[in-house]
């Protein structure tokens, strides 16, 4: 069964810096798909950036981006320029070619941006 | 322009009574979702329907059931519920089944609270 792993449960950076969220995954399969998303205070859970696992080139959204490593597993997100709207609980998803768009998660990183 | 709604946004229910959550969608999306989302956990998939076939995880207790009437509306129906049920409760759409990077859309969530 695949796993998502994220190891950081909080996180802080001032704002207009830069920081860097934590995801590693374990899987057998050579096919799939990583996803970051934003859980704002309150708020519905929304995309903020996705990966496909066949393509080397990293994902990038605006002020989004991340850093995928295939061998080690491996799907960081960061985050330039951080702004006060940022903060939120942030979650590290995989979801498997073969099994539909069932999304396996992780247990969130919560980010506080302080002014 | 909501496209995932929720009613209500907070429920309070006593124990061992049954509880109706509800979920429409106005994005015309084949898939909708039911995750529990414990306090600083992950979401966790409850089921799915794909159209009006039902998909349950092997391990949703059957406690949880779900009714999908139409394509903009979805149920969640909690017949008895315990004092381990409180929980935000996740609704999500996506257009497909298996549809690459297709992405899940996310309502705000019920949060069910029971004495």
């Known amino acids: 069964a695949q796993t998502v792993t994220q190891s950081q449960p909080e996180m802080s950076v001032q704002e207009a810096e830069t920081v860097t969220l934590s995801c590693t995954y374990d899987?057998?399969?050579?096919?799939?798909?990583l996803f970051w998303y934003k859980q704002p205070p309150s708020r519905q859970m929304i995309l903020v950036i996705r990966?496909?696992?066949?393509?080397?080139q990293n994902a990038t959204e605006n002020r989004f981006s991340v850093n995928f490593q295939k061998a080690a597993k491996s799907f960081s997100l960061k985050i330039s320029d951080s702004q006060l709207g940022d903060a939120a609980m942030y979650f590290c998803?995989?979801?498997?070619?073969?099994?539909?768009?069932?999304?396996?998660f992780g247990t969130g990183t919560r980010l506080a941006v302080r002014p | 322009d909501a496209m995932v709604i929720q009613n209500p946004r907070y429920q309070v229910t006593q124990f061992g009574k049954p509880v109706t959550l509800s979920c429409s969608q106005t994005?015309?999306?084949?898939?909708m979702y039911w995750y529990q989302q414990k306090s600083s956990q992950a979401p966790k998939l409850l089921f799915h329907?794909?159209?009006?076939?039902f998909n349950n995880e092997a391990d949703t207790p059957d406690n949880f059931q779900s009714r999908r009437p139409n394509t903009s509306f979805c149920f969640l129906d909690i017949r008895s519920p315990g004092l381990g049920d409180a929980a935000m409760y996740l609704c999500?759409?996506?257009?497909?089944w298996g549809g690459g990077t297709d992405t899940q859309y996310f309502g705000p969530g019920t949060r069910l609270t029971v004495l």
């Open positions: 999500a759409t996506s257009r497909e």
């Open positions: 994005l015309n999306h084949n898939v």
């Open positions: 329907y794909y159209d009006k076939d």
């Open positions: 899987t057998s399969e050579s096919d799939y798909y």
């Open positions: 990966q496909e696992a066949y393509k080397q």
């Open positions: 998803a995989y979801r498997s070619s073969s099994s539909g768009d069932k999304l396996t």
